[in-house]
């Protein structure tokens, strides 16, 4: 029998999910392994293989998501990196945009780029806007550069020319140049990856395919060696920023594809759910070990953005705020990602506040409760004093709990200094990993001009179930959902995702007068090259055609999608419509038609028009948690003797809180001013009082 899984690793566990014929999901969760962590996922995929007699030898496919990509940028342990550029350009990375992320901060220094000054070298060639050539490419010039690169143990090379975007010839030289002279080296061509006009965002994201190239293809060879020896003869197939999935071999050409890989997953899992339930708008909220992520689902339909930075206290879209990280041009899902998770370290700051995040005690050490060499007091052992979570095992049993030393923890480096009851700093650290992920929150509503309380909140990963009850409080939602193996979501979106590829080409032209002919030409050049990245083999696909636009004189624009597969005078109109009602909902005001309208890029997203999810999913047995305990609920309720359930035994009418859930994947607190009832698909539906 050939069996497909879904392979998740997060910064604490590594997360397995199967799906048998009748929609059963069957999972294992293990300890991520940082030293190699495709042993984890090789040690979660046996774990999982033996629990269900199932043959690794047989496993076909395996869809995998992952953080490395990510981590390298965050941990500054990507490539040593080199760029070529245009003469006079060597600074864009450091010019940036203007942009700070906190607008009264008079020292805020920018982060340092990613291909230092000293690596970043000039190259005499200039191309003017429509791609004609000012001065040749000085060949000789190259190569004497790349001669100098090589003797820097450079692992990789970006190069960015002023205007590739519209002639390529100088860049695909350069290229061909560095593949003769240098072939170790990881090479990054902005031509490749994002072939459209902004010196910085391209300079940025070719920077950042490079920077992240060398450990993303060493990470997948390695996970492939790992499959390879257990025996496991499995494709690999990657989750995308974009939500679709593709091949591992395209990833390791172009690696920032999956920079935001884990995150989206949910996203896509939640849309799954979402729409078997008939929700048409929802907040996904995913809460692991050591991040916390938000995003958007909106008339059904995945939100995208269109700046996305990454390397920041929190990683999100914005063109408004922004330039604490790096700039990503390439089709994210966007996501807002904080670094609040269970192992997120506390500490007690200068000013005598609670801090959570953003550094994290990961799954080595781990908490301080894990007994594993833990010291710094978590998010985990603040839940666990409260009594949100077990006092005795996480995860069925496989991951033991030591309470007092929780207890320990919390009162000599939370609650003393702070002159607290123990419970009263636990809750209160409870609450600000609450403040701190709703941040995550507005930044894909309140900030896009979305109001969260005409949602329904996705509550999913590990710590999700936890926390979702009080982010959904703090913002006034009424409702929160927490889907079936809600700690391994993630995974499971990897299941239900379909392959799909964006891809996008420079096109600036005046809404009201470009040419029908040559936008229609660009589209379906843009269509077989996405043919070619997804590969169908025997299916055509489905595509989506989309425009990023914005008022002449703007520096920022708007992806609004096309209502029809070609461009007529039609579907021209309809645009200027889409836009202007996308502006207004987003910044609160539109233009009259006497403000022009460009067109900056066209981009095609090609998806496979089959869908092989199944119609409902299914919880294999029954994980039996303890009977009661007391867990505090902060000062207006106090210590409440709470009765501990599983999914299961959520029948019949609404329950009314306090009443905690406890599964092998996860936990979910429902708090005394809430009720909860398990809908037709098994998910559990919280709702809150007001």
Not at 286 to 295: E, L, R
Not at 353 to 374: E, F, H, L, Q
Not at 388 to 397: I, R, Y
Request: proline share 5%; net charge negative.
């Amino acid at each position: 029998m050939n069996w497909i899984v879904g392979s998740d690793i997060g910064g604490t566990f590594t997360d397995i999910v199967y799906i048998d014929k009748d929609g059963t999901l069957h999972t294992s969760k293990v300890p991520s392994t940082p030293e190699n962590y495709g042993r984890g996922v090789v040690n979660g995929i046996h774990l999982l293989a033996k629990k269900q007699s199932l043959a690794i030898s047989e496993m076909s496919e395996m869809v995998h998501g992952c953080t490395i990509a990510t981590n390298a940028i965050l941990e500054g342990k990507g490539a040593k990196t080199a760029l070529i550029t245009t003469r006079g350009f060597r600074d864009v990375l450091e010019l940036r945009r203007i942009r700070v992320p906190k607008l009264y901060d008079p020292l805020y220094v920018k982060p340092q780029p990613l291909s230092p000054r000293n690596l970043r070298f000039e190259v005499t060639e200039r191309l003017d806007s429509k791609g004609q050539v000012i001065t040749e490419l000085d060949e000789n010039e190259v190569r004497e550069i790349v001669k100098h690169i090589k003797k820097l143990d450079v692992t990789a090379v970006a190069v960015c020319f002023l205007h590739s975007y519209v002639n390529s010839d100088h860049e695909k030289r350069v290229g061909k140049i560095l593949r003769e002279l240098a072939p170790d080296l990881f090479i990054s061509l902005s031509v490749d990856i994002l072939p459209q006009i902004r010196e910085y965002e391209r300079t940025s994201t070719t920077v950042i395919n490079a920077y992240v190239g060398p450990p993303v293809h060493k990470y997948l060879e390695e996970m492939e060696k790992d499959l390879r020896t257990s025996g496991c003869p499995a494709t690999m197939m990657m989750m995308q920023s974009s939500g679709g999935t593709v091949s591992a071999k395209s990833v390791m050409v172009k690696p920032a594809q999956i920079i935001e890989c884990g995150p989206a997953a949910g996203v896509v899992g939640s849309a799954y759910i979402a729409e078997k339930l008939g929700i048409k708008s929802a907040i996904t909220f995913d809460m692991g070990g050591t991040t916390a992520k938000g995003s958007l689902i909106e008339d059904g339909e995945l939100i995208y953005a269109e700046n996305y930075e990454v390397g920041a206290s929190m990683s999100s879209a914005g063109s408004i705020t922004g330039g604490a990280g790096y700039a990503l041009k390439l089709p994210v899902i966007d996501i807002s990602e904080v670094g609040a998770g269970g192992g997120s370290i506390i500490r007690i700051d200068r000013a005598g506040s609670i801090k959570v995040g953003p550094d994290s005690a990961g799954s080595v050490p781990g908490p301080v409760c894990y007994g594993t060499g833990g010291l710094e007091p978590t998010v985990t052992d603040a839940n666990v004093v409260t009594g949100f979570l077990s006092q005795e095992a996480l995860a069925g049993g496989s991951v033991p709990i030591d309470a007092t030393l929780s207890y320990k923890t919390i009162e000599e480096k939370i609650a003393k200094p702070l002159n607290l009851d123990v419970y009263q700093a636990a809750y209160g650290v409870h609450q600000v990993a609450n403040a701190t992920m709703v941040r995550a929150i507005k930044a894909v509503t309140t900030y896009r001009g979305r109001d969260p309380r005409d949602f329904s909140i996705f509550a999913f990963g590990g710590n999700g179930g936890v926390h979702g009850a009080g982010i959904a409080r703090s913002l006034e939602v009424k409702q929160v959902i927490v889907p079936l193996a809600a700690g391994v979501f993630s995974a499971v979106g990897l299941m239900v995702a379909k392959r799909s590829v964006t891809v996008a080409g420079a096109f600036p032209a005046k809404l009201s007068s470009f040419d029908l002919n040559n936008a229609n030409t660009l589209f379906d050049k843009l269509k077989k090259d996405a043919d070619a990245l997804i590969d169908l083999k025997e299916n055509t696909p489905a595509y989506k055609l989309e425009a990023e636009m914005r008022y002449v004189g703007q520096a920022f624009e708007l992806t609004v999608p096309l209502k029809k597969d070609f461009f007529d005078e039609e579907a021209s109109a309809q645009l200027r419509i889409g836009f202007d009602e996308e502006h207004e909902r987003r910044f609160g005001h539109k233009f009259d038609e006497g403000n022009n309208v460009e067109i900056v890029s066209l981009k095609v997203r090609a998806t496979d028009p089959v869908d092989r999810s199944p119609q409902r999913l299914r919880q294999e047995g029954s994980y039996t948690p303890l009977s009661s305990r007391m867990v505090y609920y902060g000062d207006e309720f106090g210590l409440m003797k709470t009765p501990i359930v599983n999914r299961s035994e959520i029948q019949g009418t609404e329950w009314k809180g306090p009443v905690i859930i406890e599964e092998y994947e996860g936990t979910t607190i429902v708090p005394p001013d809430a009720s909860v009832h398990r809908d037709q698909l098994d998910n559990l539906v919280i709702n809150l009082d007001y």
